[in-house]
């Protein structure tokens, strides 16, 4: 019933930029906070970036702020990651989920967070 999918991904340069789009099925975005985690081979699933259901506030972790930004189209049912200036270290695979208390966005780690799509791989290599 609760379903999002993971799109955009690719192979791109250091340098360069893609857009990550987060798109719901069964269910209205409105109403959850929406996180983006990433996991790279061997390590741990972590936190990205954050905003809440209403998209008042974003969060970023400290290795994309500045490069990455967070956004929502409610009218497409969709949340959107804007990847600038990507380096090697960005390299992963892509997730979004949803949460349903915006406080989780204050602090989020992957546990509070559902509805988890299949992910889109990110591959930033010249």
């Known amino acids: 019933q609760l379903q999002l999918v993971e799109s955009g991904g690719g192979l791109v340069q250091p340098g360069g930029s893609l857009r990550l789009s987060c798109a719901a099925s069964?269910?209205?975005?409105?109403?959850?906070?929406i996180g983006w985690f990433r996991q790279a081979p061997g390590k741990e699933r972590e936190g990205v970036s954050c905003?809440?259901?209403?998209?008042?506030?974003?969060n970023y972790a400290d290795s994309v702020k500045g490069r990455f930004t967070v956004s929502r189209d409610n009218a497409k049912n969709t949340v959107y990651l804007q990847m600038n200036s990507l380096k090697p270290e960005d390299t992963a695979v892509y997730y979004c989920?949803?949460?349903?208390?915006?406080?989780?966005?204050?602090?989020?780690?992957?546990?509070?967070?559902?509805?988890w799509g299949q992910g889109t791989q990110v591959t930033v290599s010249s």
């Open positions: 905003i809440s259901s209403s998209g008042g506030m974003t």
């Open positions: 989920a949803a949460g349903s208390l915006d406080y989780y966005c204050s602090k989020y780690v992957p546990a509070n967070f559902v509805s």
């Open positions: 069964g269910f209205s975005l409105d109403y959850y906070a």
